[in-house]
C-alpha cells in the first residue's frame, strides 16, 4: 500500500445503508452460516421531513468522499446511486475486495417514540464465530473512534457502542468495519437537522476525524 515514493494511501470503502431499489431474498448471516437473514430492507423515513433513509446515506457518503480524498484517501462507495440493489454480504464484499483499511456502513436510526436522539455504533463483540480477535478489536477501535469524533463534531448525544453479532454486514467483512446509525429519524427535531446543510457539514467533520483517527492509530 506505500508507493514507490514511500507514500501509503489508505483504503476507505463507504457503504451508504439500503436503498430505495430493495435487494430481496436471503442470505447467510456470515460465511457457512445456516442462519439465514434477509439480504436488505428498505430502511426508515424521516417522521418530520418525510424523507426515506437511503437518501442521507447516500449524501452524506458522497460528502464524505470528497473530503477524505483530500486528505489523501482512496474512497470507494459500494453504491452510488439509489437504484442499486445490494445485499449486506455483497456490500462486504466489496470492502473485502478493496483490502480496505476501514469499512464504514452510514445508516440512521428509528424507534416507536419520538424522544430517542444521538448517534451509536455498532461493531462485533469478541464472542463473533465469524471474525478473529485481532479484527474484532481493530473492528471496536474503529467503532470507538468514528463514535467519539462525531459526538465531538455534531454536539449529539453519545448513545454507546453496541457490540453484536447479528449484522451480516459486519459478519461477512474481513477488513475493520463499524456501522454508525447518524441519528434518529424518528425524532422529529433531529430528522430535521439530519437533513439540513450546516449540520450535515458537522457530521461529515465528525466522520472523516473518526477514520484519520483510527487510520493513523499507533
Given at each position: 500500500?506505500?508507493?514507490?515514493?514511500?507514500?501509503?494511501?489508505?483504503?476507505v470503502?463507504l457503504?451508504?445503508?439500503?436503498?430505495?431499489?430493495?435487494?430481496?431474498?436471503y442470505?447467510?448471516?456470515?460465511?457457512?452460516?445456516?442462519?439465514?437473514?434477509?439480504?436488505?430492507n428498505s430502511g426508515?423515513?424521516g417522521?418530520?421531513?418525510?424523507?426515506?433513509?437511503?437518501?442521507?446515506?447516500?449524501?452524506?457518503?458522497?460528502?464524505?468522499?470528497?473530503t477524505?480524498?483530500?486528505?489523501?484517501?482512496?474512497?470507494?462507495?459500494?453504491r452510488?446511486?439509489?437504484?442499486?440493489?445490494?445485499?449486506c454480504a455483497?456490500?462486504?464484499?466489496i470492502?473485502?475486495?478493496?483490502?480496505?483499511?476501514?469499512?464504514l456502513?452510514i445508516?440512521?436510526?428509528?424507534?416507536?417514540?419520538?424522544?430517542?436522539?444521538?448517534?451509536?455504533t455498532?461493531?462485533?463483540s469478541?464472542?463473533?464465530?465469524?471474525?478473529?480477535?485481532?479484527?474484532?478489536?481493530?473492528?471496536?477501535?474503529?467503532?470507538?473512534?468514528?463514535?467519539?469524533s462525531?459526538?465531538k463534531?455534531?454536539?449529539?448525544?453519545r448513545?454507546?457502542?453496541?457490540?453484536?453479532?447479528?449484522?451480516?454486514?459486519?459478519n461477512?467483512s474481513?477488513?475493520p468495519?463499524?456501522?454508525?446509525e447518524l441519528?434518529?429519524?424518528?425524532?422529529?427535531?433531529?430528522?430535521?437537522k439530519?437533513?439540513s446543510?450546516?449540520?450535515q457539514?458537522k457530521?461529515?467533520k465528525?466522520?472523516?476525524?473518526?477514520?484519520?483517527?483510527?487510520?493513523?492509530?499507533?
Amino acid at each position: 500500500k506505500i508507493d514507490r515514493n514511500g507514500i501509503w494511501t489508505p483504503i476507505v470503502v463507504l457503504d451508504a445503508g439500503h436503498s430505495a431499489n430493495v435487494a430481496r431474498g436471503y442470505e447467510p448471516l456470515g460465511p457457512g452460516s445456516s442462519e439465514q437473514k434477509a439480504k436488505d430492507n428498505s430502511g426508515t423515513d424521516g417522521v418530520a421531513t418525510g424523507v426515506p433513509e437511503y437518501v442521507l446515506p447516500l449524501n452524506m457518503a458522497k460528502k464524505l468522499q470528497t473530503t477524505l480524498k483530500k486528505q489523501g484517501c482512496k474512497v470507494i462507495l459500494t453504491r452510488k446511486n439509489n437504484r442499486t440493489a445490494l445485499s449486506c454480504a455483497q456490500r462486504a464484499r466489496i470492502a473485502n475486495k478493496a483490502k480496505a483499511d476501514a469499512y464504514l456502513r452510514i445508516h440512521a436510526n428509528a424507534v416507536d417514540f419520538s424522544s430517542a436522539n444521538g448517534a451509536l455504533t455498532i461493531s462485533v463483540s469478541r464472542r463473533n464465530r465469524f471474525i478473529g480477535s485481532k479484527m474484532v478489536k481493530k473492528c471496536y477501535a474503529l467503532s470507538k473512534a468514528v463514535l467519539d469524533s462525531y459526538v465531538k463534531a455534531t454536539g449529539c448525544r453519545r448513545e454507546y457502542i453496541w457490540e453484536n453479532d447479528t449484522m451480516s454486514g459486519n459478519n461477512w467483512s474481513k477488513v475493520p468495519t463499524t456501522l454508525i446509525e447518524l441519528g434518529y429519524m424518528s425524532n422529529p427535531g433531529e430528522d430535521r437537522k439530519m437533513q439540513s446543510a450546516s449540520y450535515q457539514k458537522k457530521m461529515v467533520k465528525g466522520l472523516s476525524d473518526g477514520i484519520r483517527r483510527f487510520l493513523t492509530a499507533k
